[in-house]
Structure formats: C-alpha cells, structure tokens
C-alpha cells in the first residue's frame, strides 16, 4: 500500500509562483495558472485576489488580479487576464510569461468574496474580464454541490470576446440550477448569435432573473458599467445592503454616496519626516505626500498595486506618529487598531515611524 504523502503546507507569500500553464480564452485574454515549487496548497476565498510583482523592461512593478480559480481546488491558482490596448503588464505577462518562470506574488487579499459556507440566491453580474471573480464564485458553489442557486450574466462586445465561455457553459450544463446568460453588444461577421443582443437593461434583467429581488448581487467590470448596473437597481427598489462589486480602478464618488472625510486636511507648507525603521532610511517630506510616494523618493520597493487604497497591497505597520488617510476598502478596522496603514493614501502628520 503506498504512504500518505506528508502534508505540504499552506502557500504563503515569501514563496514564489512557478507558472504551469497558459490557456487562451478570448482575443487578448488567457488564463495563466500557477502552482507552489514546493508543492504547497493554496487557500483564499473566492473572489480573492493577487498581486504580482512583473520584471517590465522599465524595472519591476507590481499588478493586482483577481483569482479565476476556485479555492476548492487548492493544487493551484489561476488568473484570466486581459490586455487592453494600452496594456503594458498584461500585455508583458501574455508575451513573455511561459511555464516554469517564477514570479513573486502578495496575497490573497480582497473583501469582494463568499463566506465559505455561502448558501444565498445569488446574482453575479459582470462584463469583459471582470468575469474572474465570477468564475471562482460559480466554480466553488459548482464543486460544494450543495445549495447552488446562480444566475450569472457576463456582458461582451461580441461572442468570440465572452471571457471562459466554455468552463461556465460546461459547469451551467450539469448543474440546472446554474443558469447562464451572456449579452454582446454586436454579432461576429459569418457567425449566428441567438442570444441577448445590446446592453445590460432593467428589461432584460427582469426576464433573465425574475426573483432579483431575493438574491445578493455580485458584479465586476468596467466603473461605467458597474455605475449602470447600481442606478439600474436602485431604480427598482432593490436592498443595496446586498449588492457587492469590485472594481481596480479608482472609485468614482458624488455627494450622495456618503464619502466621509475628517476635518483635518494635509498642508503642503507643513513638513513631516517619515522613517523607514527596517530600512534605516529617514527623509523629509511634507504632509501632502503619501508614505508610499515618499518611500520611492528614497529608492524603497513598498509593493503597492492600485494606489488609491482598495486592493490593500501596500499594508504596513506604523509604529509610531501619526497619518492621515482616507482609503477605499483596502484595510479592515481591526488591522488598523492594530496599528497598520495603507502606504499609498496615508499622509504624515510630523515625524512617523513605519515597519518597512
């Protein structure tokens, strides 16, 4: 009888990614999965994300991707990616990233996920690549096999640019109660589309899940597209208490959606000094900068990936002084009780010490 190999561990961040493997999955767009060189196994929760640090020509920088894979798989992760035009680190990652490279990673990370034991009816709406965390939610409910109620919508220009249409159309075809809809804007040239044509409307919601009502929506994709997706369902009297997103572009807010700013407002004229305790480095700033600007004048590498405080990469502690920041999401209140701070939104307020 052959022995139980010995258990390899959980994954963590000071040990690199090796990519295994990279699946084309639409125009511009692959699936790029990685696994732990030692064999250890990973746990997230899904709808999670990565952030990776990329040799770029012009010197490392550091992405954020949400997870595409399901944590009920735990050998390996994976990521659906997307260059867009402008593209300059996903575009590197499709061109040059191949298996058996290793790349540093930090994570996971992200509030924009299901509680493992998550049984609601559930909503996930999406558009382009931001599909991803779609595709880990849909896939773990898939793999529990119990309680799965979902309807997922996935909004594309044309069909041949719907992101992992043949994985969800592949779990939709066993499991009924995994109800699949995709809308494009425009047919491909030579090819017939006997779906929903045009764009996401309170119509076409209506007729795709009729109980909209009654479930938790979850939705990810362009700011444009996810600002349409909530007027449309604060026009129909949907519970906003049950609606999540996520987006990795900066947040667009207005007077009514209730962002609180303290009274106290950073001072270019007013000079501050940050020191970098692990790194021996001091240096004088003002209280405009942010810690994370500051730590790059002095030649540091904080990792960092949005830079306006949703992803949370840039988490370190402070452990003296004060700083004044106003984030997006991307630190919990017990990590700030606990003294940590997010590098790229904290202003400092006279002389602060931080753990990096």
Not at 185 to 198: C, L, N, Q, S
């Amino acid at each position: 009888m052959s022995a139980i190999p010995p258990d390899p561990g959980v994954w963590t961040d000071d040990q690199p990614l090796e990519c295994c493997s990279i699946v084309p999955e639409a125009p511009n767009t692959a699936t790029i999965s990685f696994v732990a060189p030692g064999g250890a196994l990973f746990r997230y929760l899904p709808g999670q994300f990565l952030t990776l640090e990329l040799p770029l020509p012009g010197g490392a920088e550091w992405r954020t991707y949400t997870i595409s894979s399901s944590p009920s798989r735990p050998l390996g992760v994976s990521l659906t990616v997307k260059a867009q035009p402008n593209s300059v680190a996903t575009r590197w990652m499709l061109d040059n990233l191949r298996p058996g490279m290793l790349i540093r990673a930090k994570g996971p990370n992200g509030t924009f996920a299901l509680a493992p034991n998550a049984c609601e009816k559930f909503l996930f709406i999406s558009a382009g690549s931001g599909v991803t965390p779609s595709m880990s939610m849909t896939t773990y409910l898939f793999d529990r096999g119990t309680d799965i109620d979902v309807v997922l919508v996935t909004c594309a220009r044309r069909p041949s640019e719907i992101v992992c249409r043949r994985t969800l159309e592949w779990m939709a075809a066993r499991v009924p109660s995994i109800k699949l809809h995709f809308i494009v804007e425009e047919e491909d040239p030579f090819d017939v589309w006997t779906g929903y044509r045009g764009r996401l409307s309170q119509i076409m919601l209506g007729s795709i899940a009729p109980d909209y009502l009654e479930r938790h929506v979850y939705c990810c994709g362009p700011e444009p597209f996810m600002k349409s997706v909530r007027d449309m369902l604060v026009a129909l009297g949907f519970d906003m208490s049950r609606y999540f997103q996520e987006s990795f572009t900066q947040p667009l807010y207005t007077d009514t959606q209730g962002l609180q700013l303290e009274d106290f407002v950073p001072d270019a004229a007013d000079a501050a000094e940050v020191v970098f305790e692990t790194s021996g480095v001091t240096m004088q700033c003002n209280q405009t900068d942010t810690i994370l600007r500051v730590a790059k004048a002095a030649g540091l590498n904080i990792p960092s990936g949005c830079t306006f405080g949703v992803c949370g990469t840039c988490m370190i502690q402070k452990t003296s002084g004060e700083v004044h920041m106003v984030h997006n999401g991307g630190i919990s209140d017990e990590d700030i009780a606990d003294g940590y701070i997010l590098a790229c939104c904290s202003h400092p307020i006279g002389r602060v010490t931080v753990d990096a």
